[in-house]
Structure formats: C-alpha cells, structure tokens
Nanobody, 124 residues
Framework: QVQLVESGGGLVQAGDSLRLSCAAS????????MGWFRQAPGKEREFVAA????????YYGDSVKGRFTISRDNTKNTVYLQMNSLKPEDTAVYYC?????????????????WGQGTQVTVSS
C-alpha cells in the first residue's frame, strides 16, 4: 500500500512559479513510477508528468513541456513538480499518483494509488 499526500498548491498570478510536493508512505516507494495529473472543472483528467523510480526516464505532457519539471527524492519518499511560467490554463486540481509497473506512465488508468489533490489557481 502507498498513501500519497500532495501539498504546495495555491493562488498565483500568470508568470509565477509554484512547487508541488507529494509525500508518499510505504517502504516500496522507490520502486514505483510516480506521476502528476491534473483536472480542471468540466475537463478530462490530463497527464502532466511522470518519473521512473531511478529518475532515469521522465515524461511530460505537451502542454507543460519546457515549463514544468518533475523530480523525486527516494530518501524522502517525495516527488516534486516545479511549475514555472504558469498560465491561467494551468488552473486545475493536481493529483499525484503511483504506478507499480510503469508500462504507460501517461495513462491515468494504469496508476494504482492516488492522492487527494491540491488546487492550483493561476490568475491572469
């Protein structure tokens, strides 16, 4: 079992930065692929980023490439999402998720555990 708790969301202005954190419990954290997804009101869940357990492979959704950076610290059981140059269209609830196998890091249905989400609001 893995429990995930996100933090770091908030209200910012366009162009600002935020760093989200996802703290995981469970001794096998380091073996999971970790991902970030987001969901805006009235929209489908969107893949944001994912990172393999060693950090050797990183994936980004097209809408965040070049602006967001995912990283992880297995010694702290934490994964991060650094978000720069934020835009109003980045406004959403951001979810952290853990995947035991990592066969398709961009597909939410492949993930086994989810956090409760943290709200990010970007004003124009």
């Amino acid at each position: 079992q893995v429990q995930l708790v996100e933090s770091g969301g908030g209200l910012v202005q366009a162009g600002d930065s935020l760093r989200l954190s996802c703290a995981a419990s469970g001794r096998t954290f380091s073996s999971y692929v970790m991902g970030w997804f987001r969901q805006a009101p009235g929209k489908e869940r969107e893949f944001v980023a994912a990172i393999t357990w060693t950090g050797g492979r990183i994936y980004y959704g097209d809408s965040v490439k070049g602006r967001f950076t995912i990283s992880r610290d297995n010694t702290k059981n934490t994964v991060y999402l650094q978000m720069n140059s934020l835009k109003p269209e980045d406004t959403a609830v951001y979810y952290c998720a853990a995947d035991r196998y990592g066969s398709r890091p961009d597909l939410g249905r492949e993930y086994d555990y989810w956090g409760q989400g943290t709200q990010v609001t970007v004003s124009s």
